[in-house]
């Protein structure tokens, strides 16, 4: 046995040089496992396998679990298909349904433990044999309880004394593509859209099928097909049909279709003169197509909507509420048991009002007029996801509306796909965020597995960052962020390192040496983007277009980046305190006096909620202006220090990868600089002040760096 | 060993399993060899390897054979750095530069025999040793060689007694891209462009590095990054940095990169007022244009253009001709070895004119006028790319111009990536037409290999169709047209069945049981999609927009099919003899009297250059009718019985490609009973003859098969 587990290194090893490593395969590598004791004990795990399969999600399953005992383990167990043929090392796999004889063991009394979609995987003794079983109340928990088992063996942890349920906190775990009909993905930088349409539903891409199950091994059960800027032919009879033909491929794997829908839809695919929400015809528009969807999708989602917002159309053209809007959709639906998710980023490029108070505004007053399927889905923060914003005041204010969060996985305003910046840091600290709102300890997190309500809605929905790139991701790292999101989408009080130590392991390696140097590069990178970028509250200073490099100069009347950094001679920064635009009003107590307090108030918000002059003294005793030079160089810094531990990397993994995340570093330094000089030699123009002598000095002017021209950026359409 | 090798495929098998077998590697797989004594007797041919590299091209070449053998043969050789050091079953490979040593063997006086890209393999013995040898006069050439020496193993082929000298036998080996600088690729329908402009030059996406390797293995020595209706901005100091980034990657695999240009980019990006060939001001902007670019990519290639062509600008809008244009160019290229490729498929959809004459009319009276690097360069045919046409008659007529031939590998108008279709067969078929322009035997292979001419411009381009999908070209059999197109423009005088059985070899499997079903699909392909669409000679009968499916009905002013098929309840088809446009006059006499004789032209393009009544007696005795309805059932028959052949090779080859091809199969049978009964049905109507009664009749009305909507394109632009 043991010369040929040698062997079988060796020649793994070898077959990886001829298969170049791409990243296609994310974080389902299935690598053999080099340790011969532990491949030992793990094999004796699996002397026979049980899994009786009477549906497509269980044959998934155990699929799934062929395909990764043979890559992990380079064994195939002997299949039994009854109770008699039991024997020591019987994996079992399967719910009461699929497995009676479940019934009699120890395991079945612990399913009530679980939801509907939860799962067991436990160590058993079944006529003496020492068995593990993993059981769920349905299908879909098995599988998820196979992906859960086989990261067990990835990340390399022990199959003994198993005791392990599991079931999902929030009920809607969604992924938002906004992919545009004709292929294009709005603010995607790994390619283009997944879906082929023109193919669709016919040829049914086996690329398809690898999405669906790393979106279910992490969790996701919803995909939102378009682009929430809608066109309304996604409604169509010819484009449903295409829809129909992913959600064939995506249904064994637990995950429902939802599709964008255009509030004109009526008068644009409908042939109506109106689409007010109040004229009958409009109605029974709406509930005549969804009828048509269900004929077609049995199991369809419902509808994601943008209205009234950057110029789509929606019910306040027509006098009517966002929730009247809303539930016109929400009405038709209903009786399918299909659920709508209504956007809360409402903004129209006024220039008068502070927009981080609009989507409050708007909404709270709304609190309690949604239907029962409806969810109300703001953004994380009240602007734009910014690099780091508060958490939206409209979590823990609508408390009886169920609340969906929308966070970017994308990283439209993070690097694109060119930066390595973790988001799992990000996401936790908006899901940690104490709302208060119903005392100490109220968290978004709490809001969302929306502890007011009884009727199970709750949901988390990402915007993800995937594309036809070999790598799903365009950078590597891209899919940390993909399986942190979905990670949190199933429990959104997992930390971030756990999250992203999980990944690694199963990414890259189990080893210390590699282990340890990425997730210390992960857990800076986010630190990193907001040091050199946009520091101590500072937010959407951006580039118009390209929503990437520095452009605090932008000054036009649709938008200027003035509005929000409002830089002068003497002060920088907005005051939204109670004495300006009063955004910190729409925090409970004592978040609205910590915010509001410039001595109590966060360093990483002071800009975003206070306007001070240049010489304000920081916690650290230097001026803001030296401050802010402070935090600029130290991005830059940090991003070297990334580089440098990542080039501890060379040898240790394959060089594709090495490579691949050395020069895309290289490529983050450069912009970091960029982003960095360019900031301070603006801002240097009001504050006056010079960058303190200890520091490398711009190597160019003020005018070069904004002569810089941005990368090129492949879609035409660039509201969010 | 015997038992190491048992292992050794058993894990292989394994492997495979956890990573699906999607097409990504191509035909330079390097899959084990499972038979044992050939294993055996190919190991040791490779018991040391020397290779000394001196150049990134040598470095290529050294990396690619490493990676062969290892995947082939799982063996690491010894390399060795030294003539004194070899010993029996050395590889060496060099050229005299890198190989000082060469000059002392038998093989040295045998690279006279070469071109400057060709390559020698031959066995030898070097004081008694055997060893094997990969010569060349140059890099490039030792690069080739190595691809060839591999290839002979993948296709299970003796290494005894070698004795290999190849040469290319044309200069320009391009691939022309109709990539649009915004990610989409006109006519493509395999996904998106593989260049990534946002990254580029900074990230190169190693992706390009392995479309250089799959490039180089065929031969390919030019690509044209951009559609050749093209955008000014291509030629803007940004993109060339850009571009300067792709051709830095393809240089060592002797490939150099050209850019398309747009006549009036004096105008677009010059700040010029005018793109006159006769300015100085114009002139002189090309000249600093083309100096800038060679600043930044030493070995550019040269120019692409299409002027005056379907609404492109060119020389004509100042009055000049089209010889007057490409000069402009050429000579600015001129002192730094660029080239100029001028196309010659001008029509501005002029209706009172054929179609099919436009062509040879415009260019065959500047014979004799374009510079010493400009290539006239004609599509395969007189039209536009149909699923067949004869040569285009100005192969044979411009003895005194430098001609490169167009073909299109992306088949826009045959099936898109929907349709399993070899187009070995029908590059062969043009290329083996003989134009008797010098007499017999002056095929058009002839034509483009430039007998008339010393100077040694020489060349074949191909519009590539490949993408970002994961297999490159949508369907697996279109990775065989891009190889057949490679292998051609190598030497043009290769059969059709002989590249398709390499390429079998090399990306299936060697066994009888294999080979023989998927050659038997490929060599009919091609006359099965005629059959099915455009039989007789018929043409330009698709739809409208997508160029896919029928649409013999389309009917408006800027394109009517009527003027394709000019049906009416007498006759169909076009007279194209001396008694209507005089379209066989273009081509040479015995030709020309083939053509343009009723009783001699061929039944192939009988309905192209003739007009016949529905009851004029094919020669198999049957009514024009009747015979027009055989070819639209066989077709259909064809494409079942292509089915019935796939499926035999169920379990023969793994699941994923049969699936894939299955698939794709069953897709190509129901779009061909589309063509064949919407074709019939709307012919029918002016026929008035029945189909005959032992055929299935169409299963609905023409109605129903015009109201099919046309699967959906994802490109904007349509013409070509």
Known sequence: ?????????????????????????????????????????????????????????????????????????????????????????????????????????????????????????????????????????????????????????????????????????????????????????????????????????????????????????????????????????????????????????????GIKIYLTAKFSAPKEIGGLDTANPKDERVRQWW????????????????????????????????????????????????????????????????????????????????????????????KNGPIDFQPREPFHPLFGSMPDTPLAMEFQITQENLGHAGHLVYLGTLFEETLQSDTYANGKGTTVSKVLQNYQHTHGMSALAGVPNVGTDLNWTGHLFGQANWYAFGRLSWNPDMHATDIAAEWVKMTFSTKQEVLEPILRIMSMSREAYVNYTMPLGLNHIMNYDTHNGPEPWHNDPVWTAFDYHKVTKDSIGVDRTMQGSGATRQYHSPVFDKFDDLNTCPESYLLWFHRLPWDYKLKSGKTLWNGLVDHYYKGVEEVRQMQRLWDTLKGKIDNERFRHVATLLKYQEQEAIWWRDGCLLFFQQYSGRPIPSQYEQPAHSLKYYQSIPFPYDWNGVYEH
Chains 1, 2 share one sequence.
């Open 1 to 253: 046995m043991k010369t040929r587990s040698i062997v079988f290194v060796i020649m793994c090893c070898l077959i990886q040089l001829v298969r170049a490593e791409n990243g296609y395969e994310l974080w389902l590598r299935y690598q053999p496992i080099e340790d011969a004791s532990l491949l030992d004990s793990y094999r004796q795990k699996h002397i026979a396998l049980f899994v009786p399969v009477s549906s497509d999600t269980l044959k998934a399953a155990k699929k799934e679990l062929q395909l990764g005992l043979r890559g992990l383990l380079n064994y195939s167990s002997q299949e039994i298909a009854s109770w008699n043929e039991l024997k020591e090392g019987t994996l079992i796999a399967g719910t009461p349904r699929s497995l009676p004889g479940l019934k009699d063991t120890d395991v079945y009394r612990k399913l009530d433990r679980l939801t509907e979609e939860g799962y067991l995987i436990a160590s058993s003794h079944i006529e003496k044999k020492a068995v593990t079983i993993i059981a769920a109340r349905t299908d879909i928990g098995v599988l998820y309880g196979v992906f859960r088992y086989l990261q067990l063996m990835q990340t390399h942890q022990s199959l003994a004394h198993l005791d392990i349920a599991d079931s999902p906190k929030l009920k809607y775990r969604m992924l938002n593509h906004w992919d545009n009909l004709n292929g294009t993905v709005e603010r995607g930088y790994a390619g283009y859209s997944l879906w082929n349409w023109e193919r669709l539903p016919r040829y049914k891409d086996p690329r398809y099928t690898d999405y669906a199950r790393a979106n279910a091994s992490i969790g996701i059960n919803g995909i939102v097909l378009n682009n929430v800027n809608a066109e309304a032919k996604s409604l169509r009879t010819d484009w449903l049909v295409k829809a129909s033909g992913l959600a064939d491929v995506f249904r064994p794997y």
């Open 287 to 378: 509930k005549d197509k969804v009828k048509e969807i269900y004929g077609l999708i049995p199991d369809f989602g419902g509808f994601l909507v943008k209205a009234n917002s950057e110029g789509q159309p929606g019910p306040q053209d027509y006098g009517c509420s966002h929730a009247e809007g809303a539930n016109l959709l929400g009405e038709a639906l209903e009786p399918y048991g299909g659920i709508v998710f209504w956007r809360a980023f409402v903004y129209q490029n006024e220039r008068h009002v502070d927009r981080v108070v609009t989507g409050y505004n708007e909404f709270k007053p709304l609190d309690g007029q949604f239907g029962k399927n409806v969810f109300v889905q703001p």
